[in-house]
Structure formats: structure tokens, C-alpha cells
């Protein structure tokens, strides 16, 4: 089948393109062999050369300034979520109908009284977003997967390649051997100002650096960012204002220590290198949005509202003071003091955590279907999941059809919900279906009249979960489901276990 040409233009600085391009490889990887992603990024090609070179799931790139919203099957305007701008709906349709049900749900979000202005490129809107995001328990990465669909996590899945051979590049700098940290007093130079109120004050920087020189005199302290906006921070081992291009910055900021900063694009740079935790100081912008597990997230908590977005200034201004008072608050002292409690007691010196796949087959509250556990769910790598109540109703089976390919059906259309209302031959003709494509499955006439039988006898065990994906698709249980669906109906509310993980269905 010929692939589906996807079309995306990114929008916004560095760390907004880097979630963006997080969104299209779970985009891609949704549907294997189907999509030839084209992203149209920053003005700069090699901006774009840093963020996406070397990436499977990117067929190509270019400049901004060529993209057309005519161009492709399916044309993407990126910004806090996918607005579908140009779509060959039969062409789509014809290759995909998940994928069209998919697009189908970008385009309503679009179109709901409740949250169509979030897809305006507009970042008016960007206040209400942010208590979007926060009253869905989302940050700035899982809220731009609308209905939980792809299965985003809160953390970066791409992870940005570094394009020089590292060693030769820390040996320039003199960073080779030894432990250091970076930190960039300044913010870009979008904000149009040396004096944002995003950013930290220099005396801070310099008075923390004499506080981390006195405790750790082993340490490098390296000041990062551009020339013309950022000024030279005292006490600092090395100022690298101006002197590193692009695949440089990625290379010091993947094998820093720790990165002390902002909440800007060199924190979610380090993010997407998958590199170590920053030390990230935040004032205007949500904490609860913006931030990651894993890094030291400080705020003074002296507003109760930053005034992100609030008026066209708040990059040059405070809303309320000269000196923003969510800044001030946060004290050189403070700042080491949660740096000195990672070094002697943090991420590096706790024990090896466990993945999210060996915390949920080590929840002994949480029983499943052993044999689908061990044989199916312990070899994948589960990225979330939670307990969700939910009726019958809104469950879906995958169903095998005559082609050898899999559609996703409501449940009372399943084979097995057939069975359970006495068509046998329905199902017989499934197992012929079964026999022909997946030689040696686990399915037959004797399995499905023992479980039948078995819940009749003792009935539905609901503390051993039907598990589902994002879509509500049933990953183990459908006979359970389908014996709950003719035993109870549609409106009949149970708990399953909701899974994300690395698998598509």
C-alpha cells in the first residue's frame, strides 16, 4: 500500500518544536509503515539539521517558508495541538480508517464550543490551555494528544541525536574528565530583552556560583547562551557566551552534571537529549504544565497566577512589579540547597527504580488474566496506566477479518458476543478465520463454552481487570466483556485497567 504523505508545519521557539516533533513520532509510530512524515520547521536549516536529522520517523524536512497548506494527503499546523489544515479525506479513508477516525477527533476537538479556540495559532488563548492542561492532570507534552489516543507520557519519547563526535568537542572546551554544570542567565532571543522576567537576576547567578565554588571546588561552572542577550555571570569557570553553535550546546548540555536554568529551551533540550536533571526556576510560567519528574523544580509559589500570556508584554515585563517578585523570592541559598540535597541524596544514589511494566506485575492489587500477564504484558514496556471506571458500552474489540487484518469494532460485534446470544456458527467461522492467518492461536468452541460456563457458575471476578489501551480498546478480556455486555447491557459500569505502552493495535 503507498504511504499516506503527512505535511507539518512546527510553530514557536525551540522547546515548542521539540514537543511538537515528540507528538509526530508517536503520531508515526501509531501507524507502522503508513505515514511519510515532511516537517517544515524552524527559518534556520540549521536549527532544523539539530532537530531533526537523523530521525527514522521524519521522511524529509525543510524551511518554514516553503511549507503550503495544500501540499500533502493530510497538511498539520503545529502549536499546542494538531490542527488538520488540508485532508484527502477518501484517500486517507481508503488506506486507514483508524487513521481517519483519528483525524476525525483533531477535527471535532477543532470544532467544539469548548475548545476550538485552542488550536488558533494565538497565544491569547495559551492562559485558558494552561488550566486545560492542569485540570486534566496533562503537562505541556500528553495535553496535545487529544483523547489520550497515541498514548503520549509526560516525558520525552524522541530523543534528539547529537551530530559531532562528542569527546572532540568537551575536549575543546576543556570539559573532557571532569564534572561540570551549566547554566544560562539570559532567555532567547524571541524575548526581545536582556532583562526578562522569566530569567533570574545575574547577581543570583553570581552569588550561587560562589556558593557551589566553596562547597564543590571541584566542580566546572559554565555559563551557556547567546552573546547578545545574556550577560556574563561572575565566578562562572567558563563563559561560553557566543561560542558554541548549535550542535555544540547539545553536546555540553547532554553531558552536563546538572543544567541551572529558566524554564526554557535549554531545559527541554536536555529533556529530549535524555540527558541528566536540571535545576529549573520558575516564575511567569505554570510549574504544573512545564515541568518534569526528574528534574529540581523550584518556585517560590509568591503569585498566585503567573502572568504568562497575560497581556503582550509579559516577555519584557512583570504585570505587577518592576523586579518580578516570583524571581526575587528565590534565593541563591535556596537554589543550593536543593542542589546540595541532590548530590548527597538524589536521583544518582537512589536505587535502580523500577519500570512502569515491573511496577504494574509487582501490584498485588492490581490481578489480570496470568497467562496474557506472563506471556503477553511482561515483554512490553508499559509507559502509564491506571484504574478508570467505565461502561460496556464504551468498549472495543479488534476484530480479524477476511483480509488478515484487524478493524476495531464495538464489542457486540465481536464473535464471541455472538456466541453468547447462541449464533456458535459465527464464531465457528471466526476460528476458520483464526486457523488462516494466526496458525496455533489459543482460541476454540471448547475455551469460550468452559468461560461461559465458569461465569455463569461463579460470575465476573472484578478485582481481575479487563485491560484496555488509550481508545478504550480491549487488550485482554474481550469475553469477559462480552459476557458482561449480554449479561447486564451497555450501561453497565465496571473498572478496567487503562494501559499505555509501546505496542499499536
Not at 286 to 307: F, H, K, L
Request: hydrophobic share 35%.
Amino acid at each position: 500500500m503507498d504511504k499516506i504523505n503527512v505535511a507539518v508545519q512546527l510553530n514557536g521557539g525551540i522547546g515548542t518544536y521539540l514537543m511538537q516533533i515528540n507528538f509526530l513520532k508517536y503520531f508515526y509510530e501509531k501507524f507502522p509503515g503508513l505515514l511519510n512524515i515532511t516537517v517544515y520547521g524552524d527559518a534556520s536549516e540549521t536549527v532544523n539539521d539539530g532537530l531533526l536529522w537523523g530521525q527514522d520517523f521524519i521522511a524529509d524536512y525543510d524551511v518554514r517558508r516553503n511549507f503550503r497548506r495544500d501540499m500533502a494527503e493530510l497538511v498539520l499546523v503545529m502549536n499546542w495541538f494538531p490542527d488538520v489544515v488540508h485532508i484527502d479525506e477518501e484517500r486517507i479513508k481508503g488506506a486507514s480508517e483508524e487513521l481517519l477516525e483519528l483525524i476525525n477527533v483533531w477535527r471535532n476537538f477543532k470544532q467544539s464550543n469548548a475548545t476550538r479556540d485552542f488550536v488558533r495559532n494565538d497565544s491569547i488563548f495559551d492562559p485558558n490551555i494552561y488550566n486545560y492542561t492542569i485540570a486534566n492532570g496533562k503537562n505541556r507534552l500528553d495535553v496535545m494528544d487529544i483523547g489520550g489516543c497515541l498514548g503520549i507520557t509526560k516525558d520525552f519519547y524522541y530523543q534528539m541525536v547529537t551530530t559531532k563526535e562528542e569527546q572532540s568537542v568537551l575536549n575543546r572546551f576543556g570539559l573532557e574528565d571532569c564534572r561540570y554544570i551549566t547554566m544560562q542567565q539570559g532567555v532567547n532571543a524571541n524575548s526581545l530583552s536582556k532583562h526578562s522576567p522569566k530569567q533570574w537576576s545575574n547577581q543570583n547567578y553570581s552569588d550561587l556560583c560562589s556558593i557551589l565554588k566553596g562547597a564543590y571546588p571541584d566542580i566546572v561552572l559554565v555559563q551557556l547562551g547567546e552573546a547578545g542577550n545574556n550577560e556574563p555571570i561572575e565566578h562562572v569557570d567558563k563563559c561560553l557566551l557566543g561560542e558554541t553553535d548549535f550542535e555544540d550546546l547539545k553536546i555540553i548540555l547532554k553531558n552536563a552534571w546538572l543544567h541551572i536554568d529558566g524554564e526554557c529551551g535549554m531545559v527541554h533540550m536536555r529533556k529530549a537529549l535524555h540527558a541528566g536533571p536540571s535545576v529549573v526556576l520558575f516564575g511567569q510560567t505554570p510549574i504544573g504544565v512545564y515541568s518534569y519528574e526528574g528534574d529540581i523544580n523550584i518556585t517560590a509559589n509568591i503569585c498566585n497566577q503567573g502572568c504568562s500570556k497575560l497581556f503582550p508584554a509579559w516577555k519584557r515585563k512583570c504585570y505587577l512589579d518592576e523586579v518580578p517578585r516570583c524571581m526575587a523570592a528565590i534565593t541563591p541559598e535556596m537554589v543550593f540547597e536543593a542542589i546540595k540535597d541532590y548530590a548527597e541524596n538524589g536521583l544518582e544514589k537512589k536505587a535502580v527504580q523500577k519500570t512502569k511494566t515491573e511496577e504494574l506485575l509487582s501490584d498485588d492489587s492490581i490481578l489480570l488474566d496470568e497467562e496474557w500477564r506472563d506471556g503477553w504484558l511482561a515483554t512490553r514496556e508499559v509507559y502509564a496506566y491506571w484504574l478508570e471506571k467505565i461502561t460496556i458500552g464504551k468498549l472495543f474489540g479488534m476484530k480479524l477479518t477476511e483480509e488478515g487484518c484487524y478493524k476495531k469494532v464495538p464489542i457486540a460485534e465481536m464473535p464471541a458476543y455472538q456466541y453468547m446470544h447462541g449464533d456458535e456458527a459465527a464464531y465457528l467461522e471466526y476460528m476458520k478465520l483464526n486457523d488462516e492467518y494466526n496458525p496455533g492461536h489459543e482460541h476454540s468452541m471448547e475455551r469460550i463454552k468452559a468461560l461461559t460456563e465458569n461465569l455463569e457458575k461463579t460470575g465476573y471476578d472484578a478485582a481481575k481487570y479487563i485491560a484496555v489501551d488509550g481508545e478504550n480498546k480491549i487488550l485482554d478480556g474481550v469475553h469477559r466483556a462480552c459476557w458482561l455486555l449480554q449479561k447486564y447491557g451497555e450501561n453497565h459500569e465496571i473498572t478496567v485497567l487503562k494501559l499505555y505502552g509501546d505496542w499499536n493495535i
